[in-house]
């Protein structure tokens, strides 16, 4: 197989772009995953709005600045 030398210059111009689209997309869907992880891991207090880590999942926590009860649940219907 013979390559010209403008084949070879499109080659050696085209993969480092590859690569950086690549390793974008890489660090992209690292970066949605940890965010995703951490949503589920802080929860955010319904009375003074502060978030607050959650150890385990559970189904009501105690909010550290204002004490309020916070109820881990679907999306409340409001009135």
Known sequence: MIVSISQLIL???LLPF???GVDWLLNFLADRREARRLRRLMRNCHLCGKGYPEGKQV???TCPECSAQ???DGHRKLG
């Open 11 to 13: 080659a050696v111009v």
């Open 59 to 61: 189904k009501l926590s």
């Open 18 to 20: 590859l690569w950086i």
């Open 70 to 72: 916070n109820v881990r």
